[in-house]
């Protein structure tokens, strides 16, 4: 699955088109290296999401196209 979707899915980022530019603008690192929205998103890959001051870091758990608001924290955990 593309990471802007991924994002968007997850509900880490509410909309897609924000994540899309989020990706684009630098502030998501995937595994230690910068990454495009079409990146193909992974079980185990390590995400780093800047949102201005604040650096979220999680650690993608599963990968699933449809999921319920209430299961969408069960697609990552957060890594210190």
Do not use: H, W
Request: charged letters at 35%; hydrophobic letters at 40%; one cysteine or more.
């Amino acid at each position: 699955m593309r990471l802007d979707k991924y994002l968007k899915v997850s509900r880490i980022i509410k909309r897609r088109t924000v994540a899309n530019e989020a990706c684009d603008g630098g502030r998501v690192v995937v595994n230690g290296k910068a990454a495009k929205a079409s990146y193909e998103v992974k079980p185990d890959d390590i995400l780093e999401i800047r949102f201005g001051e604040k650096t979220l870091k999680i650690r993608v758990l599963d990968v699933k196209n449809t999921v319920q608001k209430a299961d969408a924290p069960a697609l990552y955990e957060e890594v210190n």
